[in-house]
């Protein structure tokens, strides 16, 4: 167990929907990561925030945001899902503002139907 | 643009026998460099890590080996169990610039007992 909790295990949606992916950091990290894995790909990182501001993007798209709040969780948002968005989509946290360890959650996976 | 290329999909060796994934990397600007192993069904976990500075970090039965020149990095088990068996992600950062971690697509260890 990582310590880094992600909510909800699996989701089912359909296109041009909306959903909300959460994540908790581990205890004392202030570095919350975002990422994405498709089928057969490696991880792309999305969006890192570091005590509540943004502090590096990645390949993230125009329809997805992310934020995180004042007691550090963390919230994805996908909106006008495609079927291209189904993914497992993961969270890692580190303490440091630099990237070096990360801790994973067990990810969400999303499909869009 | 794939700036950490991890060539080979999958390796298989024989219990009690060395591993070796590779990696290799394009952006002269990475750093910091870090190896992830993951199981199905769970996130990916950190491994061992090396600094640019090093060309070598051990722990136990890992080694990650740097060669800057040729801009390769390569993670030696030994000896491999069964169960190392997993996927095996190389991830590089640029601790200094823009920070966000970059991944391989993986290499998937089968060890066999």
């Known amino acids: 167990d990582s310590g880094v909790t992600q909510t909800p295990k699996h989701l089912i949606t359909a296109t041009g929907q909306r959903v909300t992916l959460r994540c908790s950091p581990r205890?004392?990290?202030?570095?919350v990561y975002w990422y994405q894995q498709s089928l057969d790909q490696g991880l792309q990182f999305l969006i890192q925030y570091y005590n509540g501001e943004e502090r590096a993007k990645g390949n993230i798209l125009e329809r997805f945001s992310a934020q995180q709040f004042p007691d550090l969780h963390s919230e994805l948002n996908l909106s006008s899902l495609e079927l291209g968005d189904s993914a497992l989509y993961f969270c890692?946290?580190?303490?440091?503002?630099?990237?070096?360890?990360?801790?994973f959650g067990p990810g969400t996976r999303l499909t869009v139907l | 643009d794939q700036q950490v290329k991890q060539n080979s999909p999958s390796l298989s060796v024989q219990e009690g026998r060395i591993s070796i994934l590779n990696c290799d990397y394009t952006?002269?600007?990475?750093?910091?460099f870090l190896w992830y192993k993951k199981y199905p069904a769970e996130g990916p976990t950190f491994l061992i890590s090396i600094s640019s500075i090093k060309d070598k970090n051990e722990d136990g039965r890992f080694t990650v080996f740097l060669n800057k020149s040729a801009k390769h990095l390569s993670l030696h088990i030994v000896p491999s169990q069964p169960g190392d068996s997993a996927v095996y992600f190389c991830a590089a950062s640029d601790t200094g610039g823009y920070q966000k971690v970059t991944f391989g697509t993986g290499t998937k260890l089968q060890v066999i007992p």
């Open positions: 890692a946290s580190s303490v440091a503002r630099v990237p070096h360890e990360q801790f």
């Open positions: 952006n002269s600007m990475f750093d910091y």
């Open positions: 205890s004392g990290d202030l570095s």
